[in-house]
C-alpha cells in the first residue's frame, strides 16, 4: 500500500478539526456552556489515544493494511452517527466510536508511509505524511461555510463520502510484501530513555496547542463578532501554519537529526501561544492571525522531527507499535490540555469573563511549551 492511501486516510481523520469552529453552533443547539464541549474532544481523542497505541502493536502483528482498512470503515459509520445525534449525550457517543476509528488508522498510518523507506528518507516520509495531515486540519475553512448555511451537522454529513472514498482506494489497492505479515507483539529493542523523553514532548506541545483549538472558536466568533465563515478563516492558520511547517522539519532532521529542529519548533509554538495570551476585545486582527499562524508552525515544525526520532528508536519490526506510541502521547497530552483549559475557564470566567479567562489560559499553555524546549535543549546539550 502506497504512502498516499496512508497519507490519504490520515486526512479523513483530521478533518475532524471542522468540529472546532461548529462548537459555538453545537453549544448552541444543545444549550450546553462552552466549558462543557470540551468533552466532544475529550470523548474523541482520550479513545483514539489508546486506539492508536493498541491499534498500532495489534497491527503489528496482524497487518497493517487489515486495521488500515477497517478504521476507515468505521469512521464512516461514526460520521453517520454523528450527524444525526439527537442530544448532546449521543453526540458524545458518536465521538467515542470516531475516536476508536480514528485510532486505528493513525495508529498504522506511520508505519504504512515509512514501509521501506531509508533511515535517512524517514523524516521526509513522516513529514510527506504530516503535511496530510496539516492538510486535513484546514477544514475549518469550508466548515465556516459549511456551518452558516446549513448548521453543525453538515461537517459530519461531508465526511461519510470521503471515508467512503479512501476505504474503497485502500480496499482496491494491494499491500506491499511485509505490509501485511504477522510480527510478534514483543517490547523488547527499545530505547526507553529516547522514547520517554520525545513523548514527554509532544505530551505538552500538543496539549499546549488545544488551548487555540477550544478557545480560538469563541474568542474569534462570539468576543470579535465574527461569522463562523470569517472565524474558520482565521482558525485554519494555526494548521496551516503546521502543514508548512511539517515537511520543512521532517527534511531538516534528516539532514542534521531531530534534536535542533525539534528545540526550534517549541520555541516558535510558545512565542505563538504568549503572543495570543495578550490580546483584548480590540487587538489587530492582523497580529491574531501571526500568532495564530506561528504557533501552528512552531507546533509542525517540532512534531516530525520527534515523531522521527520515536520511531528510530523502534525495531523495523515494530513500527505500528512506535507509530501508535507517538499518536498516544500526543492525544493524551490533548486531553490534559483541553481538560486544564476548560477547568481555567470554568473556575475564572465569573472573576475575569470569558476574555481574562482566555489569555490565562494561552499564557499557561505558553509556559508549559517554553519550559518543554528548555528541557528538549538540556537534553540535546547533554548527548554531546
Given at each position: 500500500?502506497?504512502?498516499?492511501?496512508?497519507?490519504?486516510?490520515?486526512?479523513?481523520?483530521?478533518?475532524?478539526?471542522?468540529?472546532?469552529?461548529?462548537?459555538?453552533?453545537i453549544?448552541?443547539?444543545?444549550?450546553?456552556?462552552?466549558?462543557?464541549?470540551?468533552?466532544?474532544?475529550?470523548?474523541?481523542?482520550?479513545?483514539?489515544?489508546?486506539?492508536?497505541?493498541?491499534?498500532?502493536?495489534?497491527?503489528?502483528?496482524?497487518?497493517?493494511?487489515?486495521?488500515?482498512?477497517?478504521?476507515?470503515?468505521?469512521?464512516?459509520?461514526a460520521?453517520?452517527?454523528?450527524?444525526?445525534?439527537?442530544?448532546?449525550?449521543?453526540?458524545l457517543?458518536?465521538?467515542?466510536v470516531?475516536?476508536?476509528?480514528?485510532?486505528?488508522?493513525?495508529?498504522?498510518?506511520?508505519?504504512?508511509?515509512?514501509?521501506?523507506?531509508?533511515?535517512?528518507?524517514?523524516?521526509?516520509?513522516?513529514?510527506?505524511?504530516?503535511?496530510?495531515?496539516?492538510?486535513?486540519?484546514?477544514?475549518?475553512?469550508?466548515?465556516?461555510?459549511?456551518?452558516?448555511?446549513?448548521?453543525?451537522?453538515?461537517?459530519?454529513?461531508?465526511?461519510?463520502?470521503?471515508?467512503?472514498?479512501?476505504?474503497?482506494?485502500?480496499?482496491a489497492?494491494?499491500?506491499?510484501?511485509?505490509?501485511?505479515?504477522?510480527?510478534?507483539?514483543?517490547?523488547?529493542?527499545?530505547?526507553p530513555?529516547?522514547?520517554?523523553?520525545?513523548?514527554?514532548?509532544?505530551?505538552?506541545?500538543?496539549?499546549?496547542?488545544?488551548?487555540?483549538?477550544?478557545?480560538?472558536?469563541?474568542?474569534?466568533?462570539?468576543?470579535?463578532?465574527?461569522?463562523?465563515?470569517?472565524?474558520?478563516?482565521?482558525?485554519?492558520?494555526?494548521?496551516?501554519?503546521?502543514t508548512?511547517?511539517?515537511?520543512?522539519?521532517?527534511?531538516?532532521?534528516d539532514?542534521?537529526?531531530?534534536?535542533?529542529?525539534?528545540v526550534?519548533?517549541?520555541g516558535?509554538?510558545?512565542?505563538?501561544?504568549?503572543?495570543?495570551?495578550?490580546?483584548?476585545?480590540?487587538?489587530?486582527?492582523?497580529?491574531?492571525?501571526?500568532?495564530?499562524?506561528?504557533?501552528?508552525?512552531?507546533?509542525?515544525?517540532?512534531?516530525?522531527?520527534?515523531?522521527?526520532?520515536?520511531?528510530?528508536?523502534?525495531?523495523?519490526?515494530?513500527q505500528?507499535?512506535?507509530?501508535?506510541?507517538?499518536?498516544?502521547?500526543r492525544?493524551?497530552?490533548?486531553?490534559?490540555?483541553?481538560?486544564?483549559?476548560?477547568?481555567?475557564?470554568?473556575?475564572?470566567?465569573?472573576?475575569?469573563?470569558?476574555?481574562?479567562?482566555?489569555?490565562?489560559?494561552?499564557?499557561?499553555?505558553?509556559?508549559?511549551?517554553?519550559?518543554?524546549?528548555?528541557?528538549?535543549l538540556?537534553?540535546?546539550?547533554?548527548?554531546?
Open positions: 500500500m502506497s504512502r498516499w492511501v496512508a497519507a490519504a486516510g490520515a486526512l479523513v481523520v483530521s478533518l475532524d478539526s471542522m468540529m472546532n469552529i461548529a462548537f459555538p453552533a453549544a448552541k443547539a444543545f444549550s450546553v456552556p462552552p466549558e462543557r464541549v470540551r468533552w466532544v474532544i475529550i470523548c474523541y481523542v482520550l479513545t483514539y489515544a489508546v486506539t492508536s497505541f493498541v491499534g498500532g502493536a495489534a497491527a503489528d502483528r496482524i497487518g497493517h493494511v487489515a486495521v488500515f482498512r477497517a478504521g476507515l470503515a468505521l469512521s464512516a459509520a460520521f453517520v452517527m454523528g450527524g444525526a445525534a439527537p442530544s448532546f449525550d449521543w453526540l457517543v458518536a465521538r467515542v470516531q475516536g476508536f476509528a480514528g485510532g486505528l488508522i493513525y495508529g498504522t498510518a506511520p508505519a504504512l508511509a515509512t514501509f521501506g523507506a531509508p533511515p535517512e528518507a524517514r523524516g521526509r516520509r513522516l513529514g510527506f505524511l504530516s503535511a496530510a495531515m496539516g492538510l486535513g486540519l484546514l477544514g475549518t475553512l469550508p466548515a465556516g461555510a459549511l456551518v452558516e448555511s446549513f448548521g453543525w451537522r453538515a461537517v459530519y454529513h461531508v465526511r461519510v463520502p470521503a471515508a467512503l472514498a479512501v476505504l474503497v482506494w485502500a480496499a489497492t494491494r499491500a506491499e510484501p511485509g505490509q501485511s505479515e504477522r510480527q510478534p507483539v514483543v517490547f523488547g529493542g527499545v530505547a530513555g529516547p522514547v520517554l523523553r520525545a513523548g514527554a514532548l509532544s505530551f505538552v506541545a500538543r496539549g499546549a496547542i488545544f488551548a487555540i483549538w477550544l478557545l480560538a472558536p469563541f474568542y474569534l466568533v462570539e468576543t470579535r463578532g465574527l461569522g463562523a465563515f470569517v472565524g474558520g478563516i482565521f482558525f485554519m492558520l494555526t494548521p496551516l501554519g503546521t508548512v511547517a511539517a515537511p520543512l522539519g521532517g527534511r531538516l532532521a539532514r542534521v537529526g531531530a534534536s535542533m529542529p525539534a526550534v519548533g517549541l516558535l509554538e510558545a512565542a505563538g501561544l504568549a503572543a495570543l495570551g495578550f490580546v483584548d476585545a480590540t487587538t489587530p486582527l492582523g497580529a491574531i492571525a501571526l500568532a495564530l499562524f506561528v504557533a501552528g508552525f512552531g507546533l509542525g515544525f517540532f512534531e516530525v522531527p520527534n515523531m522521527a526520532a520515536i520511531m528510530a528508536a523502534f525495531p523495523s519490526s515494530r505500528g507499535a512506535a507509530g501508535g506510541f507517538s499518536f498516544l502521547t492525544t493524551l497530552g490533548v486531553v490534559a490540555g483541553v481538560a486544564v483549559t476548560g477547568q481555567i475557564v470554568a473556575a475564572r470566567s465569573a472573576a475575569v469573563g470569558f476574555l481574562g479567562a482566555f489569555a490565562e489560559s494561552l499564557l499557561v499553555a505558553a509556559l508549559a511549551v517554553a519550559a518543554a524546549s528548555v528541557f528538549a538540556a537534553g540535546t546539550r547533554a548527548r554531546r
